[in-house]
């Protein structure tokens, strides 16, 4: 009597494709969380409540950021002050492109949100040690950045420290940009030409002869 053959195993088929990932869900979770800073702050954020706004699951959420603070700094990210060097050629040139970046980017009332979170985040220092480096520090650098081209061309005047001139600068605009100066009236719109020419005088490296 004939053996019988074994029947040989079918080849595997390819393997079904999983679910797609949702391409949009990295930005309904981020606008949920400034959505959650804005109404709550940063001691109320609560996860649970962003994963709602953004109608996505929370192991959705937790695959993209695996904890609380990487999440609030993400969202404060996407506040930041996105700043680039001008590139212009001249230091009255990219402080004037600067001054209306920044005094843009502080007008909208998405910067506001930030402005309050601010005032939280030395409770939380790891958070704000994070909050430092990316919404702080990078935009500093950027005008620094420009103030070290101009040094370079010899439009600063020596002794120029230009990590205070950074700082002095930005600030101020933060200033005029500010609810209470323009509970007074005053706006970064409305001071900059003033600004610009005392802040640039400052700086100048002056011809001998004058």
């Not at 019988?4 to 990295?26: H, L, N, Q, W």
């Not at 940063?42 to 109608?55: D, L, Q, S, T, Y």
Request: charged share 25%; aromatic share 6%.
């Amino acid at each position: 009597m004939a053996a019988i053959a074994s029947p040989v195993p079918a080849e595997p088929g390819p393997a079904k494709p999983g679910r797609p990932r949702d391409t949009t869900a990295d930005d309904r979770i981020l606008r949920a969380v400034v959505d959650e800073l804005s109404d709550h702050g940063v001691a109320g954020f609560r996860i649970n409540n962003v994963a709602a706004r953004a109608k996505v699951a929370k192991r959705t959420l937790y695959s993209r950021w695996t904890e609380r603070d990487e999440l609030i700094i993400a969202g404060l990210n996407t506040l930041a002050l996105d700043l680039v060097p001008p590139r212009t050629g001249s230091l009255v040139g990219d402080l004037n492109a600067l001054y209306d970046d920044i005094a843009d980017a502080l007008d909208s009332p998405r910067w506001l949100i930030a402005a309050r979170c601010s005032f939280e985040l030395p409770d939380h220092p790891e958070l704000y040690a994070r909050f430092q480096r990316d919404c702080i520090d990078k935009p500093l650098a950027v005008v620094e950045d420009v103030l070290r081209d101009a040094q370079l061309r010899g439009e600063l005047r020596a002794g120029i420290d230009r990590s205070v001139a950074a700082e002095t600068f930005t600030g101020s605009i933060a200033g005029y940009s500010s609810h209470i100066a323009r509970l007074r009236g005053v706006s970064a719109y409305g001071v900059r030409t003033q600004f610009l020419d005392m802040f640039l005088h400052g700086l100048r490296a002056h011809d001998p002869r004058e």
